[in-house]
């Protein structure tokens, strides 16, 4: 609809151009004009082979200079031809008497422009290819920056478990010789740890409550390992049980606080961890208690590493994550955009 309604702006001054400049008259402007504006529409559609047949990027400048010169010419000589003979057709037919003889006297005007609409045609398919074209490569470049990101999550979660099943399998292996029934006890708790984790650890996304369940069910397995010198306490109020966070996203943290904080205190402690709701945010913080004399590491983990890197791929600069290296007291924090299933 646009380029049709282009193309009777351009009959429309074309009229004009011809009354102007020639002896034409404004019916015969108008019977003559409209029927040739009307073709050669169709027969600049055609000027799109030609820019695929010398596209931009692979051609010679010079080539495609000739292609366009040779093409235009040869389409507005056609053109002009089926103006003949439409004015020799009205002249004959005292429609018009004498319209062959002004259109022939009008031949040159007309053919150059015919040149000039072809040429104008074959530019706008150049620059429609160029955004098509550009459209493409940014669609492409997004498509390999999901592809990237999801590559990057996923190998961000898979050093997560291996992880901590190196972990509990020492456990255990430590266990069987000490205490039988802890170490069966602990085996049931592991499986049972990973048939959750297998259900929820597919999923992207997954409820605070569901990550909370985890991380107590984890807890389970470690105070197994550690006895009275674990203990926990969680807090999620109501608000923040539906609101979706990474899976997982909480395991790292719990086994940082477990393995780099409790577990060098002689009388142990509590690992605190707490969701709470600030509006468009819920921040998740995980609390240990540390021992003073240890000397203190610069390194954060490889565990909280990944879950920063985890919250900086899907998030970007709407989630924060920060580290508090207290003298008896560690804590990690990260605060989230509120997502929920409904959202």
């Not at 429609?128 to 590559?151: C, G, H, N, P, Y």
């Not at 170490?183 to 959750?196: E, G």
């Not at 397995?221 to 609101?243: D, M, P, Q, T």
């Not at 969701?275 to 998740?284: L, M, S, T, Y």
Request: proline fraction near 3%; hydrophobic fraction near 50%.
């Amino acid at each position: 609809m646009l380029y049709m309604a282009a193309w009777l702006m351009i009959a429309g001054l074309l009229c004009v151009l011809m009354v102007a400049t020639s002896d034409y008259g404004w019916i015969e402007a108008v019977s003559v004009i409209v029927p040739m504006a009307a073709l050669y529409a169709f027969m600049c559609l055609a000027s799109l082979y030609v820019c695929r047949s010398f596209p931009l990027q692979s051609t010679a400048f010079l080539n495609v200079v000739f292609a366009v010169m040779v093409s235009s010419a040869l389409s507005s000589a056609i053109w002009f031809a089926a103006g003949t003979g439409l004015t020799l057709a009205l002249d004959r037919g005292e429609v018009f008497p004498g319209l062959q003889h002004r259109y022939t006297t009008s031949g040159p005007l007309m053919f150059g422009i015919g040149m000039l609409l072809y040429i104008l045609g074959i530019v706008i398919h150049y620059l429609l290819i160029a955004f098509d074209l550009a459209r493409t490569a940014e669609r492409k470049a997004l498509e390999l920056q999901v592809l990237a990101r999801e590559a990057e999550l996923k190998a961000l979660r898979s050093q997560i478990q291996p992880h901590f099943l190196f972990n509990s399998l020492n456990s255990i292996s430590a266990l069987t010789a000490t205490d039988a029934s802890a170490a069966r006890s602990m085996s049931v708790r592991l499986a049972d740890f990973f048939r959750k984790t297998l259900k929820l650890g597919h999923e992207q996304f997954i409820p605070l409550a569901d990550e909370f369940a985890l991380a107590e069910n984890f807890l389970s397995i470690e105070k197994v390992r550690f006895g009275e010198r674990l203990a926990y306490e969680k807090h999620l109020s109501n608000e923040c049980e539906s609101i979706l966070v990474p899976s997982l996203i909480l395991q790292p943290m719990i086994e940082n606080a477990v393995n780099h904080g409790l577990a060098h205190l002689i009388s142990g402690g509590t690992i605190r961890i707490a969701a709470q709701k600030f509006g468009n945010v819920v921040q998740i913080r995980v609390t240990n208690p540390t021992d003073p004399d240890r000397p203190s590491s610069k390194s954060t983990g490889l565990g909280l590493a990944n879950v920063k890197r985890r919250i900086e791929t899907l998030y970007g600069n709407d989630a924060s994550f920060q580290i508090t290296n207290g003298t008896d007291e560690y804590s990690v924090e990260m605060r989230l955009p509120v997502t929920t299933k409904q959202s």
